[in-house]
């Protein structure tokens, strides 16, 4: 009898240095890491015989064919959504998909990453969950990378709605119906979304409120603690935007239970158009972006072959219903 011997991977290395997936692949990409982090995790390395970069070297000459799929949450509606725009593109090619769930922790992108390398997937889209260093060792193993819904680095392509446009003509639309004291509930890691926020309160000539910027995890307890915290202690804020569906809905059920009416009491606008907003009671104003669109042109640009473009942008619009009236 055979014994095959289980390849060591980017986790293994982790738990032997006694540091994060994300330190590991920091390391080993030549990013930024104390001397004694670096030296800890290159030992653990060369003791565990772990070699990216002859995977790295391997990956050009053994393609397996494919696209991974990064999402932060398929139990989303956007990403779902998303998905779903992938696939379509892929199946007109061929083209089959490995889905990967990250639950945008970094630490699980890291591993996620360290995997797709190691089984020599050559495509990849994803949402990335960091700042974008940890996927410098799949660019130089030569994996081909496109970001959608989040660009966070200049060298990869990405498919992106149009944010800035999104949030400013909501903020407009507020602001035309008299509301000055308005709120941003963000998910931690959307500044494009809070900048262009401010910069449209500036541009209006409204004060910027710092308070009335508050930020949530991508789950629906630090959504819905974050909205009923910020309900109960800005009483006198009349109209809030959410930085998306999640956050949404835990605005909307932080009313319900603090006893907020909306809009008598606060108007609400959420980012992403998704089913259940139009049948809440009032109907909810969102900025709808084609999350399958972004998908579809995410798999388009990581299928296609020679010169692409570094950015797409596609447009976002808001669609007015019930949840916002003028200001009491």
């Not at 003791?47 to 990064?70: E, F, K, M, V």
């Not at 446009?165 to 008299?178: T, W």
């Not at 910027?208 to 800005?234: F, I, K, N």
Request: glycine share 10%; with cysteine.
């Amino acid at each position: 009898m055979s014994i095959v011997q289980r390849r060591t991977t980017i986790k293994d290395v982790a738990e032997a240095a006694g540091v994060g997936v994300a330190t590991v692949s920091r390391v080993l990409s030549g990013g930024s890491a104390s001397p004694e982090t670096r030296e800890r995790v290159l030992a653990a390395a060369a003791r565990l015989d772990y070699r990216p970069s002859a995977l790295g070297r391997n990956l050009r000459q053994q393609r397996t064919g494919g696209i991974g799929l990064l999402v932060p949450d398929i139990t989303d509606s956007f990403y779902a959504r998303l998905t779903d725009g992938v696939l379509s593109c892929a199946r007109s090619y061929g083209e089959p998909v490995t889905i990967g769930v990250t639950g945008d922790d970094p630490e699980r992108e890291a591993e996620l990453i360290g995997t797709l390398i190691e089984q020599s997937m050559d495509r990849v889209i994803a949402v990335p969950s960091g700042d974008g260093e940890m996927w410098a060792p799949a660019l130089r193993a030569g994996l081909n990378v496109v970001f959608a819904d989040r660009k966070v680095r200049a060298d990869v392509p990405g498919v992106v709605a149009d944010d800035r446009a999104g949030v400013g003509i909501a903020v407009e639309y507020l602001a035309g119906l008299g509301h000055r004291k308005i709120a941003f509930l963000a998910r931690y890691g959307q500044s494009q979304r809070v900048a262009a926020f401010t910069d449209t309160l500036t541009s209006l000539g409204v004060p910027v409120d710092p308070e009335l910027v508050v930020h949530a995890r991508a789950s629906r307890d630090s959504a819905y603690a974050t909205a009923a915290g910020l309900l109960q202690s800005r009483p006198d804020l009349t109209a809030v935007l959410t930085g998306g569906n999640i956050l949404g809905e835990a605005m909307v059920l932080a009313a319900r239970e603090l006893g907020v009416r909306i809009p008598r009491d606060v108007s609400l606008i959420m980012f992403d158009d998704v089913p259940w907003a139009e049948l809440c009671s009032p109907p909810l104003t969102v900025i709808a972006q084609p999350a399958q669109d972004v998908g579809y042109r995410a798999a388009e640009l990581v299928l296609r072959q020679g010169r692409r473009p570094r950015t797409v942008t596609l447009p976002t619009e808001l669609i007015v219903r019930a949840s916002c009236g003028p200001r009491r």
